[in-house]
């Protein structure tokens, strides 16, 4: 879930360069795509695993994740629960949404809280063309610690740097997002392919 959080707040940032219109936007946000590159530091290797994918969302908890690099795998949510599915063994995990407790997932991806209750604008760095947005969850959560957003002075999402507690640095690099489309009826729809095996948490 932690991923599915930092696409969506990504996504959200890139349409503002402060926190106080980052906020109004939101509410102005129903539908949004993005095609992404990932890249995960740890601190005990010296290479970053690297994937790619594309990320679909709508208002209430539903988005879909389209991994294809470098192996293809399917999260979606209808809102009410998520599969992550495997077709390399053809596996799927299904979850209910609201076992996830972050308030950073809640504040981001489900909209279900305040961002102002959840998040401490705490820097901003001027840069040539544009900016980096420093913020940190104020209220207690289990994964994050700061958000590093660099924004250029159009607007629009360059990458986001975000640190966790485990010292694990995540990147995330935009190749192109649209918002407000209209989605397909099966996009946000959990179908399992005959034959899959299924794991409930």
Known sequence: MKILMLILSSLYIAFSQSF???????????????????????????KPDISRGTFY?????????EYEHPERTLIVSD?????????????????????NSSPVVEALFLLSR????????????????????ILKPKVKDEYFTRLYVEVSSSGDIESIKVEDKGGITTVI?????????????????????????????
């Open 79 to 99: 809102g009410l629960q998520v599969m992550v599915y495997s077709p390399s063994d053809r596996s799927a995990i299904l979850e209910r949404l609201e076992k």
């Open 173 to 201: 690099e935009f190749v192109n997002f649209s918002y407000n489309f209209t989605p397909s009826e099966n996009l946000f729809k959990i179908k399992l392919p005959e034959g899959t095996r299924v794991i409930r948490q």
């Open 57 to 65: 969302a709508q208002r209430g908890g539903k988005f879909r994740i």
């Open 114 to 133: 305040s961002i102002q209750e959840v998040f401490d604008l705490v820097g901003e760095i001027q840069k040539e063309r544009g900016k980096v947005l």
């Open 20 to 46: 106080d219109d980052f906020a109004k936007r939101l509410e102005n946000i129903k539908t949004a795509k993005v095609s992404f590159t990932q890249k995960v530091y740890y601190p005990w290797q010296s």
